[in-house]
């Protein structure tokens, strides 16, 4: 079970830290993967914003890169994503999932409830 928080109503460059914490996770069922941040605007399919793996090497979407950045807390079994910066087109509806650490591999998870981030003056 993966639960979002953090979003809200931010005003252009501002910033807001969003939280993914992986309920009923193990040390097992969350260290060895890969975890990502995506976005969804209503109408489109999912974005992948960020990713973080085992090895903490971190990757952003171009959109994104040098404002967002991943982390993770292996003790807390929660993803994070800092977002400093933000803009309008920023807005969407952000979830986390987990996946193999093989490329290619596939979100695991059933989907969150995701948190809503609001860029608006």
């Known amino acids: 079970q993966l639960v979002e928080s953090g979003g809200g109503l931010v005003q252009p460059g501002g910033s807001l830290r969003l939280s993914c914490v992986a309920a009923r996770s193990i040390t097992s069922t969350f260290n060895p993967y890969v975890w990502d941040w995506y976005r969804q605007t209503p109408g489109n399919q999912r974005e992948l914003v960020a990713t973080i793996t085992p090895g903490r090497t971190t990757n952003y979407a171009d959109s994104v890169r040098g404002r967002f950045t991943i982390s993770k807390d292996s003790n807390r079994k929660t993803v994070y994503l800092q977002m400093n910066n933000l803009k309008p087109e920023d807005t969407a509806r952000y979830f986390c999932?987990?996946?193999?650490?093989?490329?290619?591999?596939?979100?695991?998870?059933?989907w969150g409830q995701g948190t809503q981030v609001t860029v608006s003056s």
């Open positions: 999932n987990k996946r193999a650490p093989e490329s290619g591999s596939s979100p695991i998870e059933d």
